[in-house]
């Protein structure tokens, strides 16, 4: 569990860095990512990197990311792990963005280290609008 939770705050911190490539180190290189996003899934740590890219460059200065209500449940080479996150910050059009998203990761352990291999982030929606619900707090 220490690992997992070293692993996630190295993502943090690259997400506040708008470091794509650290973000996408701790990837194995076959991820499947069910982003909150377009399109259903990416395949592959370069796809995931890419869309990262993309992502973390809307943004002007640092992205806020926190994480909170972490929960790992970890085996001996399969875990995964469930949180709310927050991110925070401005975008280069100058609108801001203050929004909880939902993610859960699942980890592989690759000699000796922990990999994510699958990664699902959503927002809840309004079933009779069919719209985000992006003012959700926790």
């Known amino acids: 569990e220490d690992q997992i939770r070293a ?31 377009p399109p259903l899934q990416r395949l592959g740590a370069e796809a995931v990197r890419a869309r990262a890219e993309e992502w973390l460059g809307w ?3 640092p992205v806020g990311y926190d994480i909170r209500d972490l929960r790992i449940t970890a085996g001996d080479d ?3 792990a469930s949180y709310l996150y927050r991110v925070t910050g401005t975008m280069t059009n100058g609108s801001t963005v203050d929004m909880w998203v939902r993610s859960t990761v699942c980890l592989r352990k690759r000699n000796g280290d922990w990999l994510i ?12 609008s069919g719209r985000a619900t992006l003012d959700l707090k926790p």
């Open 59 to 61: 943004y002007d200065g």
């Open 78 to 80: 399969t875990a995964f």
């Open 117 to 128: 291999a699958h990664e699902h982030t959503s927002v809840p929606f309004d079933a009779e």
């Open 7 to 37: 692993l996630l705050d190295e993502r943090v911190r690259a997400i506040h860095d708008r470091d794509a490539q650290a973000l996408v180190s701790a990837c194995a290189p076959d991820i499947v990512s069910f982003d909150a996003l």
